[in-house]
Nanobody, 122 residues
Framework: VQLQAFGGGLAQAGGSLRLSCAAS????????MGWFRQAPGNEREFVGC????????YYADSVKGRFTISRDNAKTTVYLQMNSLKPEDTAVYYC????????????????WGQGTLVTVSS
């Protein structure tokens, strides 16, 4: 599975951005999709993930209530809607795919996209 993330950019604190991650495979719906981020000098951290059907989502406490993950299996694309952005949300954001939830949650997903930079100014 090849993944391509895009949609990053510059936003002001309190603003919104939507990231997209397009997958190459028609088996997309079989994969749990996750979003991760890595800020300068920090380790990569889990942001959230969504089940293959799109029914179940999990979020890190730091983004819960502000970020929403959704997916369109017909378009083989997963989205990360980021609202109420904070300067501490500044990071390179990555999407990932795996058939197992444990692999996604542990950051050991089989497939990764290139990152897209999100910068939030105060």
């Amino acid at each position: 599975v090849q993944l391509q993330a895009f949609g990053g950019g510059l936003a002001q604190a309190g603003g919104s951005l939507r990231l997209s991650c397009a997958a190459s495979e028609r088996t997309f719906s079989h994969h749990i999709m996750g979003w991760f981020r890595q800020a300068p000098g920090n380790e990569r951290e889990f942001v959230g993930c969504i089940s293959g059907s799109g029914i179940i989502t999990y979020y890190a406490d730091s983004v819960k209530g502000r970020f929403t993950i959704s997916r369109d299996n017909a378009k083989t694309t997963v989205y990360l809607q980021m609202n109420s952005l904070k300067p501490e949300d500044t990071a390179v954001y990555y999407c990932a795919a795996d058939s197992r939830l444990l692999s996604i949650r542990s950051g050991a997903a089989a497939y990764w996209g290139q990152g897209t930079l999100v910068t939030v100014s105060s």
